[in-house]
């Protein structure tokens, strides 16, 4: 279970969800928004995950199919609810491989660096940040399913999805077609391949500092909504705790997919381990 | 079995010439172990002949099993360039398939934009409500993908590129704006120059002008409303 690794021969598949409703425009650290912040950590995964990609001759292999849904205000739809939050060429696709991703950027900007601290970089920009509305995460765990789904059935060997919520806010749209959020993340982690059943992680943003955890193994003493989102956290699995233990972040057995009152560094660090499941080329 | 004149590429000749040269190696080795082994040379002769024939009339079939009609649809190594079995895969299977329209000036097309190992799988939004059962009620291990057995549950794109705005302020530039949506127009202000506008949709979008400058210059307090 969890020991395939990604290749061109089975690729990963990986979806995150991103929460665009109105409290995402709170101030954070930095002089950023919550949502300015999970799009530039969004944006430096991806871009990560492009350069972890590139091969020989700079040829960017496809590695992954990446899914990006926001659930809040839909810019484009209009009013509230899931979409898609790939725009430019990529504007309407669910999943788009890693080689399409690279070629795809909506614009290349100048950015303040998480790792180089004030230092501002040239970086690609896939995800703007924008928010609006409530939250309605059941709807997104629906959208993402299918798609999760989609890409199971024709991927029977490969690593299972991963599916990453980065949130601010409490769900809004609970029950929704006859489950909670609890009964949604079980229907999306009973999605399987043959190596496993789809992880989801989730990580909870917030200007408040106080009481961060990062892979907790127990909820205990978390604050709502803490308890809720650790439970249905998948626990990490062994290769992704030896990465978060190679990153000097200390994973204890049972840890669980999870963050709270994440500040920018901690999404950043959870994103990328979140990620890394191990590429090996064939 | 399939008849010689219905395949593709064969060659009866060259078959019934090699069904020969088998007999006839049959009937060579038959002999020698009859001079060898000092057993009657008719009988060596005769299950010679036998099991060549035999030999000969299994490698027909065979030969012609391996050819492929030319009626048979392409496999998958043909299917370029999507990939075999991929639920998005442009040119992939038919039922599987769930591609908009290409919008004017996107540059998608599959053979234009295959990736480095030729492969083009953008999976786009489903914009179709086949029917069947939900993705969440079919557990157990992956099955094979039937045609007719998904959900919409994407919202509908089918306008989306038409109506595709990132907000961005009109008079500065910047992303961060706030947004309201009222009965018959959206409102924004902007986060940093305090510019404030309202857009009605079916109405073209305020041109933009990007003016770093301005940002900063009568930005509003702060708003830290509720979460929702």
Not at chain 1, 62 to 88: C, K, M, N, T
Not at chain 2, 190 to 206: I, K, L, V
């Amino acid at each position: 279970m969890y020991d395939q690794r990604i290749s061109r021969k089975h690729p990963g598949c990986i979806i995150f969800l991103l929460d665009r409703s109105d409290s995402m425009k709170r101030p954070w650290e930095g002089n950023r928004t919550l949502a300015e912040g999970a799009a530039q950590a969004l944006n430096d995964v991806l871009r990560e995950l492009c350069i972890e990609g590139r091969k020989e001759r700079g040829v960017v292999y496809h590695y992954f199919d990446i899914g990006i849904f926001g659930y809040g205000l839909r810019p484009i739809a209009g009013g509230e609810g899931v979409e898609s939050a790939f725009g430019g060429n990529l504007t309407g696709y669910a999943l788009a491989p890693l080689p399409e991703l690279n070629d795809n950027p909506i614009a290349v900007r100048e950015v303040p660096s998480i790792d180089l601290g004030g230092t501002t970089v040239m970086a690609p920009v896939w995800v703007e940040p924008i928010y609006g509305l409530r939250t309605p995460m059941c709807e997104a765990m629906a959208v993402a399913g299918q798609y999760a789904f989609d890409w199971a059935q024709s991927n029977t060997d490969s690593f299972p999805p991963v599916i990453i919520n980065i949130t601010d806010g409490w769900v809004t749209d609970e029950p929704l077609d006859g489950a909670s959020l609890p009964g949604w993340a079980q229907r999306l982690t009973s999605i399987e391949t043959k190596d496993g059943h789809a992880l989801l992680f989730n990580i909870f943003l917030s200007p408040d500092q106080g009481d961060q955890r990062m892979l907790p193994t127990t909820d205990s003493g978390l604050p709502d909504p803490g308890p809720q989102l650790f439970q249905i956290s998948s626990a990490l699995p062994q290769p992704m705790i030896a990465n978060a233990s190679g990153a000097g972040i200390p994973v204890e057995p049972g840890a669980r997919g999870f963050a709270f009152n994440a500040n920018l560094r901690m999404l950043s660090d959870f994103l990328k381990i979140g990620t890394n499941v191990g590429v090996h080329d064939i | 079995m399939r008849q010689a004149g219905k395949t593709s590429g064969s060659n009866p000749a060259a078959t019934w010439a090699w069904s020969a040269v088998i007999v006839a190696a049959s009937i060579t080795g038959g002999l020698l172990a009859a001079a060898v082994g000092h057993v009657d040379w008719v009988t060596a002769l005769g299950v010679s002949a036998v099991i060549g024939g035999g030999v000969a009339l299994l490698a027909v079939p065979l030969g012609w099993a391996a050819q492929v009609p030319p009626s048979l649809p392409p496999g998958p190594a043909q299917r370029a360039p999507g990939r075999e079995g991929s639920p998005g895969a442009v040119g992939g299977p038919p039922g599987q398939i769930h591609r908009r329209p290409d919008p004017p000036g996107r540059a998608l097309e599959p053979g234009k934009r295959a990736g480095p190992d030729g492969v083009v799988r953008v999976m786009p939004l489903a914009v179709e409500a086949p029917a069947g059962a939900e993705w969440w009620q079919k557990t157990g291990a992956p099955v094979a993908r039937h045609k007719g057995t998904e959900r919409e549950t994407a919202p509908p794109l089918s306008s989306y590129l038409d109506s595709a705005i990132v907000v961005q302020c009109p008079r500065c530039g910047s992303f961060r704006a706030d947004v309201r949506q009222g009965p018959a127009e959206w409102s924004f202000g902007c986060q940093e120059c305090g510019n404030r506008w309202a857009w009605h949709p079916g109405t073209p979008w305020p041109s933009v002008a990007v003016r770093p400058r301005l940002r900063g210059e009568n930005r509003p307090p702060p708003r830290h409303g509720g979460r929702p």
